[in-house]
């Protein structure tokens, strides 16, 4: 069991590296999807190294360093390029803030006893902040041809960027797998097919980038207070 989630692992790492080589040849929209195909392996392989009773540290080390790469490294070279000419300095200082804060968020992550995190985390998922900036780019990007995007672009992004980095390494409580799991009960499996029928509509209707942001935004917004319901407001 251990090796198959591994085996997700190092996917999610090459879905990272095949990001970073499709954001320097300025396709954004495989590059936007390769990071949220790593965030899906990341999800599967959390799930499967779960129900293998015997405690894995290699696996978990493994996923932290894979993290780095494709939710920090990878998304911020895509952002970089993506805004870096209306921005150069500001982006790169933005998105080194945010590559740093992922960092520290996976490191204190991997030193926090999980006893005391049954279905919560610490601050913003790195995933979902490479989600997050991921879908954005994607309802926005344009392509090889890279066009001068509206004014107003560059400065949301670059705003959204530095709220994930604080987010990331806050102690705001936010959702994991198990607390999701928690709070459908029953109807999990029939939120996942909902779901999974609605994106599939939003990209019949070119609009995935927009679906997926909004789920991820929805996630950000009301995640604290869920975890807050779950536990009694601990």
Known sequence: MN?????????SLACGFVSIIFSIEGHFTFSCWAI???VILDGLDGQI???????????KELDSLVDVVSFGIATSILGYIFIYRAFYFWA???LFIYLSCSVMRLAKYNITPKDKMVNYFYGLPTTVSGGILASFILIYRKGKDISPLPQSIPIIFLFIVLFLAFLMV??????????LKQFFGRKTKLTVLVLAILL????FLRKAGVAIFT???IYLLFSPFVVKRLNGDR
């Open 36 to 38: 949220i195909l790593a």
């Open 170 to 179: 806050s102690r705001v409580r936010y959702l994991n797998l198990d607390g």
């Open 92 to 94: 790169s200082l933005a």
């Open 215 to 217: 789920l991820f935004l």
């Open 3 to 11: 090796y198959f989630a591994n085996f997700l692992t190092l996917l």
């Open 200 to 203: 599939f509509f939003a990209i």
């Open 49 to 59: 190294a779960r129900k293998n009773p015997i405690p894995n540290d290699f696996g």
